[in-house]
């Protein structure tokens, strides 16, 4: 099964965490959503795996799913309907973007 966002965050739980371990943490959480995203395990994540992710933790509306796609698309800088680990690492980065479903 998926991890729930607690187990992804494990090592944070309310200690004190320095800039270095912080980004070591989120490293760490972007690998394991990853391996969890990539389920055929072709190094990059279709929409029907990146949906799949996210509707694991939820149950989502239409308007959600939409909304998702929007998030695919504009993450899929190289159009081709495929994320690899950089252009999600990327996306995730951009204070540009409303993540909000």
Not at 18 to 25: G, Q, V
Not at 28 to 48: I, K
Not at 58 to 80: C, I, N, Q, V, Y
């Amino acid at each position: 099964g998926f991890l729930s966002y607690q187990e992804l965050w494990d090592g944070l739980n309310g200690s004190d965490v320095d800039w270095d371990e912080l980004n070591t943490e989120k490293r760490l959480v972007m690998d394991r959503l990853w391996v969890q995203a990539d389920r055929d395990g072709n190094d990059r994540v279709s929409f029907a795996e990146f949906w799949e992710l996210i509707a694991a933790s939820r149950s989502p509306t239409e308007t959600e799913m939409t909304r998702a796609f929007e998030f695919f698309k504009m993450l899929d800088k190289s159009g081709d309907g495929l994320l690899d680990r950089l252009e999600i690492q990327e996306g995730l980065q951009n204070p540009d973007i409303d993540w909000t479903l």
